[in-house]
């Protein structure tokens, strides 16, 4: 069964930094990866996904994430956060169906940002 | 921006009664899922829908759970006979396409159960 793990329950960094959220999955297939977004009282906004192709995909708001099969990642990262990236974000892992017309998603438990100014 | 609805945004209910959460997808959507994430744990996926009936669920999903659509706008998660271990935020999502299609997600229907 598929699964995934986000190491970081919570990070904190300053506005204008750096920041990478660490995302490790299981499945034996080619996965489907995604990273999604949530703010409070908000729902999951989808920040970006990955599908085939190339490794490194842009997403909004500025982030991206790199697909690493080797070492079964898919980390998310933006150059510089802004205060209002100060969310919960979360990875998850698409299954298909044996059909493939359909996937679940399996997520990890999240990692909460705090940006501070 | 067309978007995921839910409603309502807190249900507090007693164990033992029957709720009724309710989604609206996204109008040309086909396919709709429930999600549920307990407080503190993951988010975990509970059913799928395509063409009114059950693509998959999983074993939280069982007799006390139920899906419809019951009017090709709406669509509905019921739980019979609610226990306390039922607590938690309940999320709809729904897709347009087969295959690789995004699931949009609504806002969560946060479920308090006394």
């Known amino acids: 069964a598929q699964s995934v793990t986000q190491p970081d329950i919570h990070i904190t960094v300053s506005e204008g930094a750096s920041l990478e959220l660490r995302c490790n999955y299981s499945?034996?297939?080619?996965?489907?990866l995604f990273w999604y977004v949530q703010s409070p009282g908000q729902g999951l906004q989808l920040l970006l996904k990955?599908?085939?192709?190339?490794?490194l995909v842009q997403g909004i708001k500025g982030f991206e994430a790199e697909f690493k099969r080797s070492q079964s990642s898919f980390n998310l990262r933006k150059p510089s956060v802004h205060w209002s990236d100060a969310a919960e974000y979360f990875c998850a892992v698409g299954a298909e169906n044996s059909g493939g017309s359909n996937y679940k998603l399996t997520f990890g438990k999240g990692t909460l940002l705090t940006v501070n100014p | 921006e067309p978007e995921v609805t839910q409603t309502p945004s807190h249900q507090v209910t007693q164990m033992g009664q029957e709720v009724i959460l309710r989604c609206v997808p996204i109008s040309n959507h086909l396919y709709f899922y429930w999600y549920r994430q307990i407080l503190g744990q993951k988010v975990e996926f509970l059913v799928s829908?395509?063409?009114?009936?059950?693509?998959?669920k999983s074993e939280i999903f069982d007799d006390q759970f139920s899906v419809e659509r019951p009017d090709g706008s709406n669509f509905t998660l019921k739980i019979r006979s609610t226990k306390l271990e039922d607590s938690a935020m309940y999320f709809c999502?729904?897709?347009?396409?087969?295959?690789?299609?995004?699931?949009?997600f609504g806002p969560g229907t946060r479920l308090t159960v006394l």
């Open positions: 990955y599908f085939s192709g190339d490794t």
């Open positions: 499945y034996g297939a080619t996965p489907y």
């Open positions: 829908f395509y063409n009114n009936e059950i693509s998959e």
């Open positions: 999502a729904s897709k347009f396409l087969a295959g690789t299609d995004t699931q949009y």
